[in-house]
C-alpha cells in the first residue's frame, strides 16, 4: 500500500470501528467496512439526517429511530390487538410460542421469548385468567408445568396472526418492494448477530459492551 491517505483512511476506519465496542478481530473488521462502505455508497441522507448525524453520530441517530419506531409499533399493536384479550406483542407472543412449540415448558417459554422469568410467568397467570391457556404437569416428571392453549386461546392466536398481518402492513409504510427486500436483509443480520450475541455469558456481554 504506497498511498499514505489511503493508509490513513484505513487507520481512521479502524479507530472508528475499535470505538464502537465491536470485536477486535480482522474478520469482523473487514465485514464491518464492507458493509459500512456499500451502505455509504447506496444511501443519500437528507439535510435533516445529515444534521442529526453530525450532532449525534451515525450510532445514536439510528438507535433513536429505532426507538421511534418501536414506540409506534407498541401503539399499532394496542389498536389492533383492541378487539381481542390480549393487547400486547407479549402475549400475543407467548400464545404464539405456545402453539408452535407444543405444550411446552415455562421455562421453554422464557427461553423462547427472551423475557425475564417473573415476566413471563406473570404473563401466563394472565393468560390462564383469561382462559387462553392451561398447565398440566409433565407425564415423565411431575415436577414440569407444561402450558397448552385452550380453545379460546387457539381462536385468538388465529385472530392476532389476523392483527399481525395488518400491523405489518403499516410498519412497512410506504416502502416499495425493493426497500422492504434490503430492510429484510438488514434485520436478518442484525438479528443474527444479536442471537449469537444472546446465547453468550451476560455477564461477559455486559462487560465488553456497557462497561
Known amino acids: 500500500m504506497n498511498d499514505p491517505h489511503l493508509l490513513r483512511e ?4 479502524y479507530l472508528e470501528y475499535a ?7 480482522l474478520p469482523e473488521f473487514a465485514a464491518w467496512l464492507r458493509d459500512r462502505t456499500q451502505a455509504k455508497a447506496g444511501t443519500e441522507l437528507s439535510p435533516q439526517l445529515q ?10 441517530a439510528v438507535a433513536e429511530q429505532w426507538g421511534r419506531l418501536s414506540q409506534f409499533a407498541a401503539v399499532w399493536s394496542k389498536m389492533a390487538f383492541a378487539t381481542l384479550p ?10 404464539k410460542y405456545i402453539s408452535e412449540l407444543n405444550n411446552p415448558t415455562k421455562t421453554d417459554l422464557v427461553e423462547m421469548s427472551m423475557l425475564e422469568k417473573s415476566t413471563c410467568y406473570e404473563i401466563i397467570r394472565r393468560l390462564q385468567q383469561m382462559d387462553l391457556v392451561e398447565e398440566d404437569r409433565d407425564a415423565a416428571d411431575k415436577r414440569i408445568r407444561r402450558v397448552r392453549l385452550t380453545p379460546a386461546g387457539q381462536e385468538v392466536v ?10 405489518s402492513r403499516v410498519l412497512v409504510g410506504d416502502l ?9 436483509g438488514i ?9 449469537r450475541l444472546y446465547q453468550q455469558d451476560h455477564e461477559v456481554v455486559r462487560k465488553d459492551y456497557f462497561e
Open 86 to 95: 390480549i393487547k400486547t406483542f407479549a402475549e400475543y407472543g407467548l400464545l
Open 10 to 13: 484505513l487507520v481512521d476506519h
Open 187 to 195: 434485520l436478518i443480520q442484525l438479528n443474527d448477530f444479536h442471537f
Open 19 to 25: 470505538g464502537s465496542n465491536h470485536k477486535q478481530e
Open 158 to 167: 388465529s385472530g392476532g396472526d389476523e392483527q399481525l398481518l395488518k400491523i
Open 51 to 60: 444534521d442529526a448525524v453530525k450532532y449525534k453520530g451515525l450510532v445514536l
Open 176 to 184: 416499495d418492494r425493493e426497500h422492504q427486500t434490503q430492510l429484510l
